[in-house]
């Protein structure tokens, strides 16, 4: 990423010392490695949302594939196999088993005496 050797590594240590002091370099080199650590995090945000993107593109074209892939292999069976043929519509409804009776039967008679409570 980044090319620095030892010697401009050291060129950098020395020049921040003379300018920051030695005082307040822990401090500085803190926040320095926060703002590192900061824009290492967006760039892995930014990278993994187009990965994210990329990889639904090529979801969506799998699944196109797919599905050209399904219907050709439908149609050749369909052709290669005529029993699995759609299955035409039925017959109309037959006829029922039993008809009703035209007229209801005979009323029956009701008993000659009541019946008592114990006759029963």
Do not use: C
């Not at 009323?107 to 029963?120: D, N």
């Amino acid at each position: 990423m980044m090319d620095i050797g030892s010697t401009e590594l050291l060129m950098i240590v020395i020049v921040a010392i003379v300018v920051i002091g030695p005082k307040d370099l822990p401090r500085a080199l803190y926040k320095v490695g926060q703002v590192i650590g900061k824009a290492k995090g967006m760039a892995r945000h930014f990278r993994s949302g187009i990965d994210a993107m990329v990889r639904e593109v090529e979801l969506e074209e799998m699944e196109k594939k797919w599905k050209a892939d399904n219907e050709r292999i439908m149609r050749e069976y369909a052709a290669a196999n005529p029993a699995a043929a759609p299955v035409p519509a039925p017959a109309a409804e037959p006829a029922p088993a039993m008809e009703p009776l035209a007229e209801p039967p005979a009323a029956i008679a009701a008993p000659a005496a009541p019946v008592t409570e114990g006759e029963r």
